[in-house]
């Protein structure tokens, strides 16, 4: 039987533990490609590399390591990498799935907006291939992924038989906990960041700073949000949708 092919990209480099537990997850049943940014690319969202050329290394040591994946580096962002596998690396054979992560941290709520794996699912999503984006809410370089793997799992084998609309994507999120309550499939949570650039001196006395921040939720009553599931122990599973179109009451003023 022919397995089917799953793109696979982050936004933490192909260096992070996390693309490497989806790699070894997802090749036990499928051809898996992955193809990621040089060094961490978060918070690039679907931001692409316009004046600067790109460059594609194949990592052909961790392919040895990892029988069943191909590997390669674009010294680009997340959805670099995708356009790269789509119009150079693949050769002209199209995925099955784009599956991105697993990233280091939380991608709930608005971080969606702000996420490089999620603008590679989004990248996928807008190439017309289902597209999922996976992450645990825990940013150590050492955290522990065994817990959500199963999940992983179950989620990429449900959309290979369950095609989702057109332009829709999945936002998956695991809390860092090993005793997860399963999964549950809801809304983001109204938030914002509250952020902060704190100020610093380098050695020659000059000014620079660094972001910091505090997330706030704007609906800490609600229990059925992301944040709210996660803080109970459940993997969350929001459906995105690539069209941000709003319904607008009164802009039609504007039409002429």
Same mark, same amino acid.
């Given at each position: 039987?022919?397995?089917?092919?799953?793109?696979?990209?982050?936004?933490?480099?192909?260096?992070?533990?996390?693309?490497?537990?989806?790699?070894?997850?997802?090749?036990?049943?499928?051809?898996?490609?992955?193809?990621?940014?040089?060094?961490?690319?978060?918070?690039?969202?679907?931001?692409?590399?316009?004046?600067?050329?790109?460059?594609?290394?194949?990592?052909?040591?961790?392919?040895?390591?990892?029988?069943?994946?191909?590997?390669?580096?674009?010294?680009?962002?997340?959805?670099?990498? =995708?356009?790269?596998?789509?119009?150079?690396? /693949? +050769? *002209?054979?199209?995925? %099955?799935?784009? !599956?991105? #992560?697993?990233?280091?941290?939380?991608?709930?709520?608005?971080?969606?907006?702000?996420?490089?794996?999620?603008?590679?699912?989004?990248?996928?999503?807008?190439?017309?291939?289902?597209?999922?984006?996976?992450?645990?809410?825990?940013?150590?370089?050492?955290?522990?992924?065994?817990?959500?793997?199963?999940?992983?799992?179950?989620?990429?084998?449900?959309?290979?038989?369950?095609?989702?609309?057109?332009?829709?994507?999945?936002? =998956?999120?695991?809390?860092?906990?090993?005793? /997860? +309550? *399963?999964?549950?499939? %809801?809304?983001? !949570?109204? #938030?914002?960041?509250?952020?902060?650039?704190?100020?610093?001196?380098?050695?020659?006395?000059?000014?620079?700073?660094?972001?910091?921040?505090?997330?706030?939720?704007?609906?800490?009553?609600?229990?059925?949000?992301?944040?709210?599931?996660?803080?109970?122990?459940?993997?969350?599973?929001?459906?995105?949708?690539?069209?941000?179109?709003?319904?607008?009451?009164?802009?039609?003023?504007?039409?002429?």
């Amino acid at each position: 039987m022919n397995k089917p092919l799953i793109l696979i990209s982050n936004d933490d480099g192909y260096r992070a533990n996390g693309v490497h537990q989806l790699a070894k997850l997802l090749s036990q049943f499928a051809e898996v490609v992955a193809v990621c940014p040089e060094g961490p690319q978060s918070g690039k969202s679907m931001a692409i590399t316009v004046a600067e050329p790109l460059r594609v290394t194949r990592l052909t040591a961790y392919a040895a390591e990892e029988p069943g994946v191909e590997w390669y580096a674009v010294n680009g962002t997340p959805a670099d990498c =995708v356009k790269m596998a789509m119009h150079k690396i /693949l +050769k *002209g054979r199209r995925p %099955t799935l784009v !599956c991105t #992560g697993i990233n280091h941290g939380s991608n709930a709520a608005i971080n969606v907006v702000y996420s490089g794996t999620m603008g590679a699912a989004f990248e996928g999503c807008a190439f017309g291939i289902p597209s999922a984006g996976f992450s645990l809410c825990d940013h150590s370089h050492q955290a522990d992924f065994t817990p959500m793997l199963p999940y992983v799992r179950r989620v990429v084998e449900w959309m290979l038989v369950n095609p989702l609309p057109e332009g829709v994507c999945l936002n =998956v999120n695991a809390p860092a906990v090993a005793d /997860l +309550k *399963g999964m549950k499939v %809801t809304r983001p !949570c109204r #938030g914002h960041w509250d952020d902060e650039y704190r100020e610093y001196k380098d050695p020659q006395g000059h000014t620079f700073y660094l972001l910091s921040g505090e997330y706030i939720n704007d609906e800490p009553e609600n229990p059925d949000t992301d944040e709210a599931l996660l803080s109970r122990g459940y993997i969350t599973i929001v459906p995105v949708a690539l069209d941000s179109t709003a319904p607008c009451p009164g802009i039609e003023f504007l039409n002429s």
